[in-house]
């Protein structure tokens, strides 16, 4: 079993759906990953930043999931980072309400000691300069990958291009992608992605699914189709954590094994959007996930008879 850095936000979040709203929860990137890497019980460290408004039983909780917090800055002085959106009836589309950087703004991440020779990191999505900064303090990791948005490409191009460089797999949604590339075909962003450095490129498609590719190869996931979708908040990175916690649990960074991470990470998200933030994550048991994982199964896999 290899060792999971993580490094993300830790946050509070208001989230506004058709369905309902929320006053302040717990949110944030590196939240979302390390509850759904949580899942395979691998030995995990969250590296964020919080204020001293952070409620102490969310940090208990972290730690009763299994996940190293040493890594994880308290600023008494300081608040912790919120976001709050609203989202439209199709779920696809949101407004941000209120982005309060807080302390978030001058974090400058330190990896635990312990955890320097992780083999995994999953980079949740910050500033490149903060996500390169982990890079050069790790011992040779054997699996990189990286989260990133249209913000950076934005507003941090050369920047994201040195981290993008330095990783094995890069994870973004479609129109990331084709921003990232130009290319309105997901196949030629995906190439094109991976003359910038990486390996393999997962292109998630929200409620379509996702792509995983290679130099040779492309696999798609599906998402599970489902009676109640309240929040889709999260779903991205809790897919990633669960890609992550998968690969980190076994060690195996072939394709193939990634199949199974897309699978896995897939699934977490479908359990993930049944409730709001992250409620949908907090008491499964590995009996609902394989549940989960089954329907995956049935859900793709058929005979075809040729005419």
């Known amino acids: 079993m290899s060792k999971l850095v993580i490094v993300g936000t830790v946050a509070f979040d208001a989230i ?25 019980q691998v030995d995990s460290a969250i590296v964020s930043v919080v204020g001293g408004d952070f409620p102490k039983q969310d940090l208990e909780m972290l730690r009763n999931k299994g996940i190293d917090i040493s890594g ?18 199709d779920m696809n589309s949101r407004d941000t309400l209120a982005t309060e950087l807080n302390v978030l703004a001058d974090f400058k991440p330190v ?3 312990s955890y320097k020779d992780a083999e995994v990191v999953m980079l949740g999505n910050l500033h490149p300069i903060v996500q390169l900064s982990v890079i050069e303090q790790m011992n040779g990791p054997k699996m990189v990958l990286l989260d990133t948005m ?3 490409m934005d507003n941090a191009w050369d920047d994201l291009m040195k981290v993008i460089k330095k990783v094995n797999v890069l ?17 030629m962003a995906a190439l094109k992605i991976m003359e910038m450095g990486p390996t393999n490129v997962v292109i998630k498609k ?32 809790t897919f990633a954590g669960g890609f992550a916690g998968f690969l980190a649990k076994n060690g195996d960074f072939s394709f193939d094994n990634m199949k199974n991470a897309i699978i896995n990470g897939s ?13 949908g ?4 048991s590995m009996n609902d996930l394989n549940d989960r994982l089954l329907k995956f199964k049935n859900l793709t896999q058929f005979d075809i008879e040729l005419n």
Request: glycine share 10%; hydrophobic share 40%; proline share 4%.
């Open 72 to 89: 994880l800055e308290i600023i008494e002085s300081g608040k912790t980072f919120f976001w709050s959106g609203k989202y439209h009836y």
């Open 16 to 40: 506004e759906t058709p369905f309902g709203q929320t006053d302040k929860i717990l949110g944030g990137a590196a939240t979302y990953i390390g509850l759904a890497a949580s899942q395979y």
């Open 171 to 187: 994870v973004i949604n479609d129109e990331e992608a084709r921003q990232l590339t130009g290319e309105y075909s997901l196949v």
């Open 281 to 284: 994550l907090m008491d499964l």
């Open 111 to 113: 990896v635990p000691k």
């Open 150 to 152: 249209n913000f950076w």
């Open 206 to 237: 929200g409620e379509h699914g996702a792509l995983l590719f290679d130099q040779n190869d492309v696999f798609f996931a599906p998402a599970l189709p489902l009676k109640a979708v309240f929040d889709p908040t999260g779903a991205g990175d």
């Open 267 to 279: 699934a977490m998200a479908s359990f993930c959007v049944e409730k709001f933030g992250t409620e």
